[in-house]
T-cell receptor, first 114, second 114 residues
Framework: GENVEQHPSTLSVQEGDSAVIKCTYS??????FPWYKQELGKRPQLIID?????GEKKDQRIAVTLNKTAKHFSLHITETQPEDSAVYFC?????????????FGQGTTLQVKP | NAGVTQTPKFRVLKTGQSMTLLCAQD?????MYWYRQDPGMGLRLIHY???????AKGEVPDGYNVSRLKKQNFLLGLESAAPSQTSVYFC?????????????FGPGTRLTVT
């Protein structure tokens, strides 16, 4: 079955710097890749997603890039702020499977130091 | 509009006891999911449902059972709890296939098995 690997497990940056989190997936049929943010003690929430027919998507300070050939995708956060501190999860899914199942990576704890 | 709710928020069980976790959503979503979250392991899918009266196994189904008798409710049962089932349990729902793939999560249930 699908496997998603996420790196790094922890990331510490200075406020204003950029942060990059990378994920690789195993199933070449996967075509939907969301990113979820989970603040301490809270529920995960979708922040951005990308489908395999595009290579990059941006939403203000966050962007996601996808390399289908290499089977990896990345989350980029620019001009980080303390409120970006959270655990970030990548996931992969096959829309053709018609189940909406997501396979999640292990998570990255991002700390933004003021 | 409460979104996705979970009952209870916290529970302590002794080994061998049974319990049921309740998930309810008021968004008329077809698809519902149960995950467990353990440190360093991300969110792992236990069981899911693509509609009222249907259920299917996820990545880690052993030791759990589910039922979806009503569209808005998804129950997760532990028949004989084990310490390995100590975890935070999240329920989620999505409007797929009729709409977005985004999964909306409940607030979580923290379960400790002693």
């Amino acid at each position: 079955g699908e496997n998603v690997e996420q790196h790094p497990s922890t990331l510490s940056v200075q406020e204003g710097d950029s942060a990059v989190i990378k994920c690789t997936y195993s199933d070449s049929a996967s075509n939907y890749f969301p990113w979820y943010k989970q603040e301490l003690g809270k529920r995960p929430q979708l922040i951005i997603d990308i489908r395999s027919n595009v290579g990059e998507k941006k939403d203000q300070r966050i962007a996601v890039t996808l390399n289908k050939t290499a089977k990896h995708f990345s989350l980029h956060i620019t001009e980080t702020q303390p409120e970006d501190s959270a655990v970030y999860f990548c996931a992969a899914s096959k829309e053709s499977g018609n189940t909406g199942k997501l396979i999640f990576g292990q998570g990255t704890t991002l700390q933004v130091k003021p | 509009n409460a979104g996705v709710t979970q009952t209870p928020k916290f529970r302590v069980l002794k080994t061998g006891q049974s319990m049921t976790l309740l998930c309810a959503q008021d968004m008329n979503h077809e698809y519902m999911y149960w995950y467990r979250q353990d440190p360093g392991m991300g969110l792992r899918l236990i069981h899911y449902s693509v509609g009222e009266g249907t259920t299917a196994k996820g990545e880690v189904p052993d030791g759990y059972n589910v039922s979806r008798l009503k569209k808005q409710n998804f129950l997760l049962g532990l028949e004989s709890a084990a310490p390995s089932q100590t975890s935070v349990y999240f329920c989620a729902s999505s409007s797929h296939p009729s709409g977005s793939y985004e999964q909306y999560f409940g607030p979580g249930t923290r379960l400790t098995v002693t």
